[in-house]
């Protein structure tokens, strides 16, 4: 029998087949192919254009580069000029594509849904405004211009009040400061600098302040480099990502955390500089460590160690904050933590003031206040712009009743919610990316924020400097031609407080082209004030009894804005991994103790209701606390994704997009329906910890899914302690050193355990011995003959000019799964919803698993995590097996996918590994307008495909034809996958391994750390992971 | 309406040669490249200017058109009728609709600036446009196929195996590039047969 080649088989398959194939080109629809009518001059079709801007989904105003393909917004990415995000962007600005494109987004102005123009509805408002006696406007933070425009806008009205809405609990923070330093500024946290970093309920990684200059100055301190590492030890009843990325987890009932730093503070006063100060002795007597500890529960041994840990000499830092910490003990809280930082000689080496920071909003009080005068008829007009308090505060606090007595609300939202929904009239305003703008987040920073394309088409909008410049010429104010005009004059005024000479034109240029002008600020220290240890100040300690906490997380903010952008729900939480839903976390042995089990529903009851949601048991919460995440509950306008199966005659349906119904989604459950309207008595900032009066079973199981599989799926031989308890489940990489470490004194020498896989998590249960490094299949010599000769060369040559290669460190990854967002924006992953989640179909491109892995020396969980994408292999396992050659190694080291070759045998995602392939088992819609987000140098795949991780191979195109042009190699750097563009802890090195010179090569060469998943099986993945690196050989 | 489309796919597995009729079209204005490229000489960038820059070479934006017929305004009844058209366009502040005939699917990326900068001329892909009246798929000298494409990559042009030696350009009247090879730095293609290097 003569030998068919496989692609001669192929070709000739291929002939039969033909026609059948003409028919289907050629019903292929005439496109039309639309001009511009006068191009803008930089203008260039199939061209990306960046354009430097500020992010504006939250009050942190991070820089922001918006890339645009044919004049519309893409991607966003960080702006690296930007110091404080310098150069990242969490999951929130990544996905502020998704509410540039919402699908919620509001059409034009219109009353209850009646369209009106814009004239008529501005006009109105206007003469409401001078009616009214008072105006109340409620909106997102303002650092800059916009500030100042509002207030004159407002005054032009006849006087009226501005509120800023944001629930971080930073009115907290500056009472805290103002009574134990006299000022109530947000101070800078120079957290790299710190030797030892402790948190008392600040989850800084997850949403406490900036996380991106958080992880960015976390990284500095907490990477391993030049042999040491700093200690980070998270104090609060939740782990979270945060504790998740600590050395140490103390977890403590909420209230208590103040109680611990004081029993800290007691330890080191004898040694501080502040020893005699005899007030402040006899404050700290009150908290010694024994009547800490046995109030606590926490061990005097923890405390006493965390004590020697914080005694750095001035250079460790202590943090408080977040919604952890808001159990009513939060002001409390911050004045005890300043107290310990005076105390540890803090104050002006790792706590610096003068930067002005502004972040956040005002306290919920305020809000509750306002809500009294709406009441009560004090004000007439409600305008209400980007905020949600209907749906973000609490029930009781009686919002939505007050607004409905005002006789008009409008809504300035771009988006329609809860809010807008309860407004007489929407002027919706256009969303940050369509309009000018700018913000300073700290002294010395002018972020500016341009339009990076014109507004959405289809869609009526005004953005809200023009409208508020509209506004103030309707009130008779004097107003410039639009809001640039205004923006401009307030940035000649900054040119002048810069001392920046020459022409303000190139002033304006060099400030769009860079984002803004940045520069430093000089910090000053701070003294402690004796109020900061009245008695008045000591904290009690929490209640006992079961307390509820509504957690943050990268995905999850209690303003909501995150409740309907499908990449946040569709992205795993980074500790829980579940998708689409809410969920209570619950403790092991609470879990027991209340007869629940992991994966039952159950009903929480408080105070001010109760709802029902699925249990998630997790040794990352304290006993006798729950946490449920907050910002869900909303509903999402999403595809239906109904089957067709079973219902064709004798042919595959051809499914048709109409067939696709778009749905309002409900996801989850809104955690604030628990929360009464309590505030901190000293700050006015709203509680996040409520009392939880019943927990019961219902007698079903939840229906909550995560992508590593059910976690009833036991794996026996594992199962000891806590995976026993409550069916919690085995979490642990099961031996195979996914994620793996060794610690500081290792690599040190010390210790003597370097180069051993993970020595003190569980060891593997199979051992390799391979003879040699050689490939797993044998030199196929016929093989490589007949592709030299096609290729028209002497000798085979294996990547040529570049072989692309990542290094991923663990040790400074924080599982924030930014990366993940930024993967599904560049390469048009689909969203897929929970019910195809479950069924294992989501298309991410890249995940970040969650290990919780048994410490074998200690006997306690740790939480690892390792971002895993396509290894493209050297010695892939997909390649051999596609039938139809759809998937290949490409000549730069990229294992290349064709996917209109593909024609979906599976065979591949059977035989990876690493289970980095992902099969469309449909045709994924994207609801308008979110599909005008897709990028262009992307195919969006279809139905019947295989699609993976290909190093973003459309950058690295775009990469190298920007380097042909200038007739140059590509240099290290430039390129850059979006997951390692937008990763605030730089884990992701990526570049071109044959340059001896590059980043990548150069830790790939000269790590002692660096592993490859699952080397045994010899794929020679392009991927190296670099160990986690722990202090004596633990984490939490 | 499944029904009828299951038994349509059928029916064309069965009898290939029941093949769908192409998508008939007319372009919203009748214009000539014989009176602009041929009679006239106007240079192929002049109008499709992103051709050395971009991916694709594009098609003259509304202004283009009103620059040279706000003067220009046809010898003929035939001509005047459809400049008036394009003037209309761009009284109305509206875009041309132009219909698409070469098109290359959507997963492909194909880069006219690489072709052009290396030396192609436009007709070595495009055909002599100049004698071209109306561009419909009838006039298409290529079928922009992979086949073709492929053909090219392969034999046709040492581009694919080594050094440079693009044909001159002469439809811009330029000089043949004879720093060619420095446009590459190493004087080589790499990868130009590469999947990926189009398959995006």
């Known amino acids: 029998m003569t030998k068919v080649n496989r692609r001669d088989f192929f070709k000739v398959a291929a002939v039969s087949g033909a026609a059948a194939a003409v028919a289907g080109c050629g019903s292929d629809p005439v496109e039309e192919i639309i001009p511009m009518l006068v191009p803008p001059t930089e203008y260039k079709p199939g061209v990306t254009i960046s354009f430097a801007s500020t992010c504006n989904e939250c009050s942190a105003n991070c820089g922001m580069v918006i890339r645009t393909r044919e004049a519309r917004a893409i991607k966003a990415e960080g702006n690296p000029h930007h110091p404080m995000s310098q150069g990242s962007l969490c999951n929130q600005g990544q996905a502020s594509m998704q509410a540039m494109y919402s699908p919620s987004r509001s059409k034009g102005p219109n009353k209850k849904g009646a369209a009106i123009k814009w004239d008529e509805g501005l006009s109105e408002l206007a003469a409401k405004m001078k009616e009214a006696n008072r105006v109340l406007y409620i909106g997102r933070p ?44 947000i101070p800078e946290y120079a957290i790299g600098e710190a030797k030892t970093l402790v948190t008392f309920g600040a989850d800084i990684l997850d949403s406490w302040l900036n996380n991106q200059l958080n992880m960015r100055e976390f990284t500095r301190m907490h990477a391993y480099k030049h042999g040491e590492k700093g200690k980070f030890i998270h104090v609060s009843p939740h782990m979270s990502l945060t504790g998740a990325n600590a050395d140490q ?180 305003t256009s969303h940050s990316v369509e309009a000018w703008g700018d913000s300073m987040p700290r002294k010395g920073v002018y972020g500016l924020q341009q339009p990076a394309m014109a507004k959405l088409p289809g869609y009526d909008t005004m953005s809200l400097g023009d409208l508020m410049v509209a506004l103030a010429g309707k009130l008779g104010a004097a107003a410039p031609a639009d809001y640039k005009t205004y923006l401009m004059a307030q940035w000649k005024g ?205 007698g079903e199981t939840a229906y909550m899914v995560t992508p590593e599989g059910q976690a009833h799926h036991h794996d026996a031989a594992a199962l000891s302690k806590e995976y026993t308890k409550a069916y919690m489940g085995d979490r642990s990489q099961k031996g195979r ?56 060369r002497d000798k085979p040559v294996y990547y040529e000019t570049n072989k692309w290669e990542m290094a991923v460190d663990l040790d400074r990854c924080t599982g924030c799964a930014a990366c993940v967002v930024a993967c599904y924006a560049e390469n048009n992953v689909a969203v897929v919803g929970k019910e195809r989640m479950s069924t294992g179909r989501e298309m991410s491109w890249l995940r970040v698993a ?33 039938p139809v050659y759809a998937t290949y190694h490409n000549d730069e080291g990229i294992n290349a996918m064709v996917y209109n070759r593909c024609v979906g045998t599976r065979y591949c995602a059977n035989n990876c590994i690493y289970k980095q392939r992902r099969f469309n088992w449909r045709t994924y819609e994207f609801p308008a307008p979110l599909h005008m987000q897709l ?102 | 309406m499944r029904r009828v489309l299951t038994i349509l796919a059928a029916t064309m597995l069965v ?24 009679a006239n000489e106007i240079p192929c960038e002049f109008c499709h200017i992103y051709a050395s820059r971009s991916i694709v070479s594009g098609i003259p934006p509304v202004r283009t ?92 042009h040492p581009t694919a195996n080594g050094k440079i030696a693009g044909p001159v350009r002469k439809t811009r009247g330029a000089q043949p590039i004879s720093n060619a090879a420095k446009v590459q730095p190493d004087g080589d293609i790499s990868g130009s047969k590469d999947c990926f290097i189009c398959h995006k």
């Not at chain 1, 295989?946 to 690295?956: A, P």
């Not at chain 2, 040279?68 to 609709?97: F, M, N, S």
């Open chain 2, 15 to 38: 009898f290939p040669s029941l093949i769908l009729a192409e998508g008939e079209f007319t372009q919203p204005i009748k214009f000539s490249h014989v009176t602009h490229a041929g």
């Open chain 1, 249 to 428: 987890w103390v977890g403590v009932k909420p209230g208590d955390e103040a109680l611990i730093a004081l029993a800290v503070a007691g330890e080191l006063l004898p040694s501080s500089a502040m020893s005699g100060n005899g007030a402040l002795k006899s404050y700290l007597d009150g908290f010694t460590t024994d009547s800490v500890a046995s109030k606590t529960g926490v061990s005097a041994q923890v405390i006493k160690g965390l004590a020697k840990d914080f005694n750095q000499g001035g250079m460790s830092l202590a943090m408080a904050g977040g919604n952890t910490a808001m159990s009513g003990e939060g002001t409390k809280l911050q004045v005890a933590v300043n107290l310990l930082n005076a105390v540890a000689g803090n104050l002006g080496k790792t706590v610096k003031f003068g930067a002005d920071y502004k972040i956040g909003g005002d306290s919920a009080q305020s809000f509750a206040d306002a809500a009294q005068k709406m009441k009560s008829g004090a004000y007439q007009v409600v305008l209400i712009e980007g905020a949600n308090p209907v749906y973000a505060l609490p029930k009781d606090s009686g919002f939505a009743e007050a607004l409905a007595q005002v006789p008009l609300v409008v809504s300035l939202s771009t988006e329609e919610d809860e809010t807008s929904a309860l407004a007489h009239m929407h002027l919706p």
């Open chain 1, 142 to 185: 303002q650092s800059g211009s916009l500030k100042k425009l509002l207030a004159e806008t407002l005054a032009a009205s006849g006087g009226g009040d501005a509120l800023q809405f944001d629930m971080m609990p930073v009115s907290t923070l500056k009472k805290g400061n103002e009574i134990a330093f006299g000022t109530a500024e």
């Open chain 1, 850 to 882: 969650r290990w919780q892995d048994h410490n074998e020396e200690t006997g306690d969980l740790e939480t690892y995590f390792s971002p895993n994408m396509c290894g493209q292999c050297a010695n892939a396992g997909c390649e051999t097996v596609c």
């Open chain 1, 737 to 792: 050193g996914f994620a793996q470490s060794t610690s500081v004194e290792a690599m040190n020498g010390h210790g003597g355990h370097e180069g051993d896989g993970g020595h003190h998590l569980r060891h593997r249960h199979y051992t390799t011995d391979l003879p040699s490094n050689t490939d797993m299949y044998p030199e196929r010599a016929a093989d490589v003959a007949y592709h030299v000769d096609w290729s028209g």
């Open chain 1, 494 to 698: 900054y040119q002048k407080d810069l001392g920046l000479g020459g022409a303000f034109e190139d002033f304006w240029k060099k400030s769009l082209q860079q984002g803004g002008q940045f520069t430093g600020y000089s910090s000053k220290g701070a003294n402690l004030q004796s109020g900061a240890y009245a008695s008045a100040m000591a904290p009690k300690g929490g209640q006992t009894g079961l307390a509820i906490v509504a957690a943050n997380s990268p995905n999850h903010r209690a303003e909501g804005t995150n409740g309907n952008r499908t990449w946040l729900l569709e992205i795993p939480h980074p500790i829980t991994q579940l998708v689409w839903d809410s969920w209570v976390e619950i403790s092991p042995d609470t879990a027991v103790r209340l007869g629940v089990n992991h994966f039952d529903e159950v009903e929480i009851t408080t105070a001010k209701g109760s709802l029902k949601a699925g249990v998630w048991v997790n040794y990352g919460i304290a006993d006798n606390v729950l946490s449920m995440p907050t910002g869900l509950g909303r509903e999402v306008p999403f595809p239906t994704y109904v089957s067709t199966r079973n219902k064709s005659i004798f042919l595959p349906h051809v499914e048709m997009s109409s067939d696709i119904k778009i749905k309002p989604l409900k996801v989850g459950t809104n955690v604030m329906d628990l929360m009464g309207f309590d505030t901190d008595a000293l700050s006015g900032d709203l509680q996040f910890v409520t009392a939880v009066s019943a927990l019961k079973a219902t």
């Open chain 1, 935 to 1036: 990028n262009p140098a992307m195919t969006v795949r279809e139905k019947g495909v295989m699609e993976k991780c290909n190093f973003c191979y459309s950058r690295i195109r775009e990469g190298k034809d920007l380097a042909k042009d200038m007739g140059r190699e590509v240099f290290d750097g430039e390129i850059k996958t979006a997951c390692q563009q937008t990763c605030p802890a730089d884990a992701i090195s990526f570049g071109n391994i044959k340059d001896p010179k590059a980043k990548v090569t150069q830790i790939v060469n000269t790590t002692k750390r660096g592993y490859h998943q699952l080397e045994e099986v010899n794929f020679k993945p392009a991927v190296t992971y670099l160990k986690k690196i722990n202090h004596d050989n633990k984490k939490a």
């Open chain 2, 65 to 156: 058109c009103f620059g040279c017929h706000q003067v220009v305004r046809g010898t003929d009844e035939a001509q005047q009728k459809e400049i008036e058209k394009v003037l209309g366009y761009w009284e109305r502040k509206e875009p041309i609709p132009w219909k698409k005939v070469h098109d290359v699917p959507d997963f492909v990326s194909f880069s006219h600036k690489r072709h052009i900068q290396i030396g192609f001329d436009c007709n070595q892909c495009h055909g002599d446009m100049a004698k071209v009246a109306e561009v419909s798929f009838d006039t298409m000298k290529q079928p922009l196929s992979m086949g073709w494409c492929v053909e090219c990559h392969m034999t046709k």
